[in-house]
């Protein structure tokens, strides 16, 4: 069984829930438990540094998640004496947790009768009852909903919404749906139709755009200097080198040249390009990213560039514990620029 269905702790379902918005259980599940060991309570995680919390998450993608995780624990001690609301209504006003994650507390919880309408949920009752609204659509996750607490059994919530979640996730699966020895497949829609594949629907997909990323590897010494993301970009809050983004693909050279920093700094230093391409793909994006060494002398001062870009010089045990993408992570664990 998997540990967030073996309790009733709010918190430890608040993070299981929060983990596994886009993420598969097999990739969430080691950083349910890593979580659980560093921050076992909800005061834990409340008072970790953010850079702390953001370094536990890498690798988990969509590190809003992350620091609004932080942002609601702070709220829930600083204005509930670290205990979780117990009704529905009290969850939702939390910061970052919206109606299916308060239906999943206040059900799985507080035995609170709320229907948790998720991907899963959303699969399942489609199928069965042939509904094709669209599930991206206000109307049709109010449609949803409403036959979800419809079919809710109000005498034991949690085990039902629990059972509903499971069957969409081990049985009635996006491919390949187990419809042979489904016990819902006399009177299931799609079945009869043959339309599984075509359920639910969705028409509101976001088209993926390409990212061209030059990275610039400034190193003095034994140190490399990296920037903490402050934008409202990917990433924001992590580390990573000085960038300079284009929007199609282009030579080193040529970005080198564009940029006036760094053309400065190429009279100054050592120059090598990386001829590996690493892209990295993300829901909406495509990031391919190219990695450019810049060795500087030591006589080299770099104060106003420090002060303009936000950079910082670290030693690699110093990068090895801050929270990067994961492009960047395994980029320097290649290269072992971290040892």
Same mark, same amino acid.
């Given at each position: 069984m998997l540990p967030w269905r073996a309790t009733k702790d709010p918190y430890r379902i $608040?993070?299981?829930?929060?983990?596994?918005?886009?993420?598969?259980?097999?990739? #969430?599940?080691?950083?349910?438990?890593?979580?659980?060991?560093?921050?076992?309570?909800?005061?834990?995680?409340?008072?970790?540094?953010?850079?702390?919390?953001?370094?536990? $998450?890498?690798g988990l993608g969509y590190y809003s998640r992350a620091q609004n995780l932080h942002a609601c624990a702070k709220k829930i001690v600083e204005d509930h004496n670290g205990i979780f609301p117990a009704s529905y209504e009290g969850?939702?006003?939390?910061? #970052?947790?919206?109606?299916?994650?308060?239906?999943? /507390?206040?059900?799985?919880?507080?035995?609170?009768?709320?229907?948790?309408?998720?991907?899963?949920?959303?699969?399942?009752?489609?199928? /069965?009852?042939? /509904?094709?609204?669209?599930?991206?659509? /206000?109307?049709?996750?109010?449609?949803?909903?409403?036959?979800?607490?419809e079919l809710l059994d109000a005498s034991q919530p949690g085990m039902f919404n629990q059972a509903v979640m499971e069957?969409?996730?081990?049985?009635?699966?996006?491919?390949?749906?187990?419809?042979?020895?489904c016990?819902?497949?006399?009177?299931?829609?799609?079945?009869q139709r043959s339309i599984q594949d075509l359920l639910p629907i969705k028409n509101n997909r976001v088209k993926s755009r390409n990212r061209y990323f030059t990275y610039f590897i400034l190193s003095k010494g034994n140190k490399l200097a990296m920037k903490k993301r402050q934008d409202k970009d990917i990433w924001s809050g992590l580390y990573d080198f000085y960038l300079v983004e284009s929007s199609k693909s282009q030579k080193a050279e040529s970005t080198l040249e564009g940029d006036k920093v760094l053309s400065k700094l190429s009279e100054l230093s050592d120059v090598k390009l990386?001829?590996?391409?690493?892209?990295?793909?993300?829901?909406?994006?495509?990031?391919?990213?190219?990695?450019?060494?810049?060795?500087?002398?030591?006589?080299?001062?770099?104060? #106003?560039?420090?002060?303009?870009?936000?950079?910082?010089f670290y030693s690699g045990r110093e990068i090895k514990v801050l929270p990067k993408p994961i492009l960047i992570s395994r980029f320097l664990d290649e290269k072992g620029l971290l040892e």
């Open positions: $608040w993070l299981s829930e929060v983990i596994l918005q886009q993420t598969r259980v097999t990739q #969430g599940l080691p950083y349910y438990k890593s979580f659980v060991k560093n921050f076992p309570t909800v005061r834990e995680l409340a008072k970790a540094p953010e850079q702390k919390v953001l370094r536990e $998450w890498q969850l939702l006003k939390l910061p #970052g947790i919206g109606p299916y994650t308060a239906a999943a /507390i206040a059900s799985l919880s507080f035995d609170i009768p709320v229907a948790v309408v998720d991907g899963n949920v959303f699969r399942v009752l489609s199928r /069965i009852f042939g /509904i094709e609204n669209d599930i991206g659509s /206000i109307d049709g996750k109010k449609v949803f909903t409403k036959v979800a607490n069957f969409g996730a081990l049985h009635c699966t996006p491919r390949s749906p187990k419809c042979i020895d016990p819902f497949s006399s009177e299931c829609v799609a079945k990386d001829g590996k391409v690493v892209k990295s793909v993300l829901t909406h994006q495509k990031i391919y990213a190219r990695f450019v060494f810049m060795t500087l002398p030591s006589s080299v001062k770099l104060n #106003g560039l420090l002060k303009d870009s936000k950079l910082h």
